[in-house]
């Protein structure tokens, strides 16, 4: 089975500071991961995907989030954050589950920019 | 290109009544899945449908059922509402198994 720990449930932080959000699942296969962004009173916006290649992956608003297979993590970053960027925010895994696509998010993680 | 749409935002249900909640897909994609989002949590895939056809399904009662049509718009349905039933669905498009999701705004249904 496919789990997604993310590590904070509550991220606090000053406006312009960076920010590392923690993502780490267990997966026996192989699994391509998302970073999903949800506003208030809206549905999940895709911020960055990783499926093959290059590690470091990087998505819309300035966020990145680097790939590392040994320690099964995916964390997100972003080296200044505005205040726009408060929101919540998941990690999630997918596989091919006998020919569908299943998805597994984490519980997420509450970003809050301070002014 | 025209996102996903999703009606209606809310819904207020009594306990043991039937729910319909529907979908438009994104242009261009033939796969669509809903998902439960309960308060403080993330979204649990429900199930999912590809050209009509049910195939993959979460850890949902068979009461929760849904239905895809030919230009892949879908339905999901819920009978003899209980109580946790009330939360956010959210419908989701994509083309293909490793393509990432496209989510609609969702459906807020309280049940009470």
């Known amino acids: 089975a496919q789990s997604v720990t993310q590590l904070d449930s509550q991220v606090p932080v000053f406006e312009e500071a960076p920010v590392e959000l923690r993502c780490n699942y267990s997966?026996?296969?192989?699994?391509?991961l998302f970073w999903y962004v949800q506003y208030p009173n809206q549905g999940l916006q895709l911020l960055l995907k990783?499926?093959?290649?290059?590690?470091l992956v990087k998505g819309i608003n300035g966020f990145e989030a680097e790939f590392n297979k040994s320690q099964t993590s995916f964390h997100l970053r972003k080296p200044s954050v505005h205040i726009s960027d408060t929101a919540e925010y998941f990690c999630?895994?997918?596989?091919?589950?006998?020919?569908?696509?299943?998805?597994?998010f984490g519980i997420g993680t509450k970003l809050q920019v301070i002014p | 290109e025209t996102g996903v749409t999703q009606s209606p935002t809310h819904l207020i249900k009594t306990r043991g009544q039937q729910v319909t909640l529907r979908c438009s897909s994104q242009?261009?994609?033939?796969?669509v899945s809903w998902y439960q989002q309960a308060l403080g949590q993330g979204p649990q895939f429900i199930f999912q449908?590809?050209?009509?056809?049910?195939?993959g399904r979460g850890n949902f009662p068979p009461r929760f059922s849904g239905l895809q049509f030919p230009n892949y718009s879908s339905e999901l349905n819920v009978n003899a509402l209980e109580l946790d039933d009330s939360a956010l669905y959210l419908c989701?498009?994509?083309?293909?198994?490793?393509?990432?999701?496209?989510f609609g705004n969702g459906t807020r249904l309280t049940v009470t």
């Open positions: 989701a498009s994509s083309f293909g198994w490793n393509s990432p999701l496209h």
């Open positions: 997966s026996s296969v192989s699994v391509y």
């Open positions: 990783y499926l093959s290649g290059s590690t």
């Open positions: 999630a895994v997918s596989f091919n589950s006998g020919g569908y696509q299943k998805v597994t």
């Open positions: 242009s261009g994609h033939n796969t």
């Open positions: 449908y590809y050209r009509e056809e049910e195939n």
